[in-house]
């Protein structure tokens, strides 16, 4: 059974992220998305709500399950007996970082292969911290994300009233 996990912050999860998932179950028999507590960055989230939301967000998809890890990404791959890493590559601009990950990542552990996909054209602008920051500023997100997804935004950033 090939196994392969998605890792991120999801801070939130997107409809970008999404379509990676959906590209990934079509190619593996299950995919294992992983929460990151990446200690480099400040969460809007907090990884029991990442979780939350991706669960919900994912209801329905029979080879996804959810989970979090706090580490290296190649040792929690191992760990879940993962042939491969899921990064989705959305730009150019992109292309350099993943592409160091993935030979770290295989100087790590050469049995873990760096699948990068790449999304529908409709999401390649897209990404967490634009989500948060159109949110934060009552930006309309709704077709960016699950409805799980905008209404924690909105608890997050409650909408302005009228006359405010």
Do not use: C
Not at 7 to 22: A, L, N, R, S
Not at 50 to 69: A, H, I, N, P, Q
Not at 89 to 101: G, K, P, T
Not at 104 to 132: C, E, V
């Amino acid at each position: 059974m090939a196994k392969v996990i998605y890792p991120g912050t999801f801070d939130p999860v997107t409809k970008g992220h999404i379509d990676i998932i959906d590209r990934a179950v079509e190619l593996f028999d299950e995919v294992i998305v992983t929460v990151a507590k990446n200690p480099g960055k400040t969460a809007l989230f907090s990884v029991e709500e990442r979780v939350e939301m991706l669960k919900e967000s994912l209801k329905g998809y029979e080879k996804v399950r959810v989970d979090s890890f706090d580490g290296l990404v190649v040792d929690h791959a191992k760990n879940v007996g993962a042939v491969g890493i899921i990064r989705g590559l959305r730009a150019v601009s992109d292309f350099e970082y993943e592409f160091q990950m993935a030979l770290m990542n295989r100087k790590l552990a050469g049995d873990i292969t760096t699948i990068l996909l790449m999304p529908h054209a409709r999401y390649t602008y897209l990404n967490s911290t634009i989500i948060r920051n159109l949110a934060q500023f009552h930006g309309n997100v709704a077709e960016f994300v699950t409805p799980i997804v905008l209404k924690k935004l909105n608890e997050k950033f409650p909408p302005k009233k009228k006359g405010s």
